[in-house]
């Protein structure tokens, strides 16, 4: 209990210290509520708007929870085709890395054009792009990287390539697919919202801090970002509890491939 | 190229500065020559595009120089809300609707309204015939498109003045930066300005025929004609340093001046000033230009009051909208009413002044449009 | 009937290219059943090698290997032999006890049998008490004796060893010494063993195999006559230490002790 | 042929033939797919294939050949490839500003555990701001600033915000690598008596190369994504996320223009990971090669 | 006067934690100069825990250390001794000739007296052509013998050596021992040395000190009277082999050789 306490401080410490120094900035200085608005204020905004925040993270979270579970889906089923087919992978791995490269946001775009703007498909579809070749690329590694031995061991079991796939491969892939989830949990979110920049339905977060923002309501703006923050965060740690449920000491066995 | 050529002509400054000379004793000092012009710089809300032609016209005919001043003009981009930079002193001066600003204002920027260089509201909504949108009252259960960025509150006023909830009785998207969602059929009428987005519409193919659609085949719904037309681009200034520095307020009546000047110009000369925004690197094609330009200069002439002046009447309803109109989150534009201080009439009464010894016609009473014909993508 | 025959067998590895490798020239070996034999050389030798052409994961260049009376193949299909490599080789995802069912599992045995047979091996190394910790919550010998339970558990009528006892400290490498003789000698298993300790080959075998490289092959077979192999004492007799000095002195005049050469080590 | 050479000119055949076959696929989907899109499973997912939203391929290209604009006399591949060489200017700046904040906040949580527990929840946090939110705050603090005599130059605050997308991911990835150091190995420094600031460059450092690579990776497209958001969202002339907006608004009349925009956002991003793939030849020469 | 001498050391891991382990108990042992002393016993007793205290990379928990009559961290601060690790340790990113002049280097020698030393060690451990390659394309027991250099690269009077052979197969091993002893001899080196193989023990050291886990003590040292180390067939006297059983018994007698106890091992 008492080394929990330990572990909590610092953080608290400085989150507190974070935002004190900008309670006091915005204070001494004597910015414009237009300009940046204090924390308190923004806390009053996010206190008193809490169910229309809600309702824009729902919005922005459904589109980034629909695209990360199809780009999961579609990633995993990717590296297998991958890891069972050179050649396929050969053709596509040089496109995932020049398409990991493209801003692939500007995509959108292109998208809203492609399917109906009122639709919520190419914000998910963006989502599931971005999310895919994370997948992808880390699963694909986890599928492949195997250590010889336990190849040769399964061989010298006169073991079938299936049995090698589920009992050696599949297994070894595991940690992959969760670090690949913990890069895309937050990731998805993001793009969710960047999703939104470029118009589309006005209910998410991203539309409506663009909006706060240009009618010079800042406070509430940043009380919208302040539940982006915390739609981020609630993606991330649910990705580690999954990764820890599922795999007792997950975590521990990357940790210590690494090294 | 914001900051490039301003204006070589010379010859006719010995006049201009006179002139100057006669009505702001403030700058008797620089009556003789001008040597050092004073900077400025001039935000603009997007783009260059011809909306803001006047102040390029007036850079590029030396009106600018005519009043010793050496203008940059800096163009605005979709999330720099130009009445912010001006607050922050980034700029000196800033183009700005007048709600936007208004709230601005609100939440601390101590910025003024100087000149109110668009007598008219420009906001269309835009729909195909066979959607029979001819009234606002005709948007209820529709998909109603609308830009964002603090444009759209007029659709709101429409709605509310409609007896619709904007929350519940439409359905509100945020257009994309073109027309192609009303093309595709995916909202049922389109924001549009006269002066560009409409324009974009008519450049556009319609498959069926095969030729550029007309207006024949759009209804159009003009918030200026529902009566809930709110003041758009307007000069604005800072007000500390317009109460302090007397040297910046001077700067600002020969801004606004230059800038009138720029804007009468236009008024007579639209094809040259459709040439000068090219020139400055818009990437709008040639004929949607002329278009833009023809359509914003209705929007300013004939200006009864003299260009740039203020009708209190239109302020007033403008000011009463944003008080009353509730957004999608329910909340209004402004909490109360502006400060009488929100807009003065001094600088640009001076600066019609100044023009009228000039001679420059600045009602333009005997204005009328031009005929100007799209081309496919506005080429 | 010998378990393992094995005549003039040739592996080359990369042939054809740059980077040639012949790793067994003309190698010849007759193992018996129930026969405990090792083989000790220099690292690169081909001692893996050898093994592995044996356990039928790689194939011969040339020579012949047969294998309980059947192709090598085939008796890799029958699964006629347990092995254990130089790396233990577990599955970090599985439990101890699971990673030493595996190879019953891939027999198709049911739970209990399985079950019993891995409780069986776990007494046997030693480590009752881990039968539910993941392989890295465990030291490198732990881990090492895993891995024998596992290559143990299908009681397999011959075990390929390749230096199985190389993470083990003094005292319990002698304790899975003697284990893996008395298991021998109870089951009439026979065993192919690499190590690099000479101490260890002559100790567990009936014959030691000295091997040379550049190229492989063998230089010597030394048999040891230590009747009884089971007894504590057996360490400290004369006999053993003559069959060690016969040992030290054939790799000795094998020469090459590779010290300068690129003694590319698998591990 | 040397192996490298042959590798680089294997890798560019196959991205050349990824290419065909994707631009293949589309032209596939344009004969096949229904015109004003469709539903598959009852979901609407198939996108529409008509001309507006799916232009031809040759369409695309042959669109680069042509004028920007009417009035002009510039080929569009020409004022697309100045856009990219813009924004790659700022790109690299944002990243050398991001690597050189990430990886001095690295080393001070390295240093100070206290640091580390402290500060990496909220870099976690702040990666989760939207960069729509911070581009105006950015510029207008850009506007007040004066570096050493200069004034903040604009283009400058677009290569903060790519800064400020790069310095997460090498923060993190040297701050793993720098606590990689081998256990053993820094037992080996203590044992020379060596200081933190010796074990520092002669240990930590060369041993967190492998893990900055990827790290440095992510940070050269994530520096991309924060320029070319910052120019949309500033408005910020020269680049190609300007272009991206401008093509964009005449998507109406001129679909093909967009694309030939949103492709030199894919060069530009090529560009960035090409150098990225240049240092890790370089930094990891003298490495173990990865066995697969 | 003793180059090292500890007394009454003992060293408890998270102490007053649930996972303390008493690594060493009360440990008293004192080393002349010039001596050759080798600690043995099973996994976990201490033996590693014993040389890091002495080279001040731990703090003990009571007792006293005084080396080369200094404080420990006097004399690791003054770099009065050599080390080698269990694992080689050397750095991926340096060459061979680097990674052996690295002590040096923190030392601030100068780039051709460094680069003298260095070619000498490469000279003395064999691997005179391999000065530019990197680590890793070394074998293993390659690498050990870079690391072994390293350690000996400045001359130290006093080398702290853990387990510095276990990589090498047989013959290099002797190849080393050989060499180690002869450097000692010449030099007056003073050694403390780390091993599992009781004939390694026997064969390098005047002294055996043998070690029991639980908590880590001495349970008895050894006295190795083979007058002549460097001798050839030394290995195959009776004296040697009397020795060895001597220290078997003393390491079967301290008993508990850890089976089942979770002996973590740090490598
Ligand atoms: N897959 C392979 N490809 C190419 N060469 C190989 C391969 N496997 C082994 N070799 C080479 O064959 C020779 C014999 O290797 P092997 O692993 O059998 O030696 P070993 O006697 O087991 O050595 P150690 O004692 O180090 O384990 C070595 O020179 C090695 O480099
Ligand atoms: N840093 C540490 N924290 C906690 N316990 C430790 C630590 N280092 C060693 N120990 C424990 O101290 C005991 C002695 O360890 P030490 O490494 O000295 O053993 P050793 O004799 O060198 O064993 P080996 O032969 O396996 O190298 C062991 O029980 C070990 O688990
Ligand atoms: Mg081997
Ligand atoms: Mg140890």
Known sequence: MKSRLRAALPPVVFGVAFFALWEAAVKIFDLKPYFLSAPSKIWDQFANNKSLIWEAARVSGTNALVGLLAGTVLGVAMSFLLSRYRILGDIVTPLAIALNAIPIFVLVAVLNNMYSITSEIPRRLMVTLVVYFIVLVNVAKGLTQVSPTQIELMRSYAAPESAILRKVRVPNAVPYLFTALKISAPAAVITAFVSEYFGGAQNGLGSRITSNIANS????????????????????????????TATPGGAKRISGRSR | GDDSDSGDSTADTTAATADTTATSDTTAAAAEECTEPTKVKLQLQWFIQAQFAGYFAAQDQGYYADQCLDVEIVEGGVDIVPQQQLADGAVDFALSWVPKALASREAGADIVNIAQVFQRSGTLQVSFKDKAITSAADF?????????????????????????????????????????????????????MTYNEYAQVLEAKNPDTGELYKPEDLNVVSYEAEGVGMLQDAIWASGAKLASDEAYKATAIKFVAASLKGWAYCRDNAESCRDIVVAKGSKLGASHQLWQM?????????????????????WDRTAALAQETKNLEGKTVLTKAPDAAAYTSDIVTEALALLEADGVDTKGGSYAPVEVTLNEGGN | MSTVSVSNLSKIFNEGKANQVGALVDVSLS???????????????????????????????????????????QSRLDQDYGMAFQQAGLFDWRTVTKNIELPLELKGWDKTKREARSREMLDLVKLPEFADHFPWQLSGGMQQRVAIARALAAHPPLLLM?????????????????????????????????????????????????????????????????????????????????????????????????????????? | MNPLVRRV??????????????????????????????????????PRSNSRAMPHVWDMLSRYGRPELRSSERKIWRVVLAGAWFSLRLSLVGFAIGTTVGIALAILMARFKVVERGLLPYLVVSQTVPLIALAPLVVSWGGKLEVFGYEWPRWLSASVLGAFLAFFPVAVGTLRGLSSANPASLELMDSYAASWTQTLFRLRFPAAVPFMVPALKLAASSSVIGVVVAEISTGLRGGIGRLIIEYAREATGDPAKVFTAVFGAALLGLAMAGLVAAFDLCAMRNRPKEAL
Request: hydrophobic letters at 45%; charged letters at 20%; glycine letters at 10%.
């Open chain 2, 294 to 314: 023809n359509e914003v200069n209705k929007l300013i002439w004939p200006a009864a009051g003299g260009v740039g002046a203020f009708d209190s009447a239109a």
């Open chain 3, 31 to 73: 193992i018996e059943k129930g026969e405990f034999v090792s083989l000790i050389g220099p690292s690169g030798c081909g001692k893996s090698t050898l093994l592995r052409l044996i356990a039928n994961l790689l194939e011969p260049t040339s020579g012949d290997i047969v294998v309980a009376g059947k192709s090598a193949k």
């Open chain 1, 217 to 244: 309501k800042n406070a509430a703006a940043w009380a919208y970002v302040l539940g982006a923050c915390l739609l981020g965060l609630a993606f991330y740690l649910v990705s580690i509890i999954v990764e820890s």
């Open chain 2, 140 to 192: 209820s259960g529709k998909k109603i498109g609308n830009w964002g960025f603090g444009n759209e509150f007029e659709i709101f006023a429409a709605l509310t003045k409609a007896g619709l909830d904007p929350a519940k009785d439409v359905e509100l998207v945020q257009q994309q930066f073109d027309m192609a969602a009303l093309l595709a059929g995916d909202i049922d009428a389109a924001e549009a």
């Open chain 3, 162 to 267: 390749d230096e199985p006892f190389g993470a083990l400290d003094e005292m319990t490498r002698e304790h899975m010494q003697a284990e893996l003789l008395s298991i021998c000698a109870a089951t009439g298993t026979t065993v192919v063993f690499v190590t690099h300790s000479i101490p260890e080959a002559v100790y567990l075998s009936n014959r030691v195999v000295v091997m040379s490289p550049r190229p492989g092959r063998i230089t010597k077979i030394v048999d040891v006559n230590l009747d009884g192999h089971c007894n504590e004492t057996t360490r400290e007799r004369p006999e053993f230490f003559a069959a060690i000095t016969a040992v030290r002195e054939a790799l000795r005049a094998s020469g090459s002790h590779g010290h300068t050469g690129v003694g590319v080590e698998d591990r």
């Open chain 4, 9 to 46: 000119v294997r890798r560019s055949a196959l991205f050349v033939v990824a290419l065909v076959f994707i631009a293949a696929l589309w032209e596939f989907y344009k004969v096949v797919g229904p015109e004003d899109g469709g539903a598959l499973f009852g979901i609407n997912i198939l």
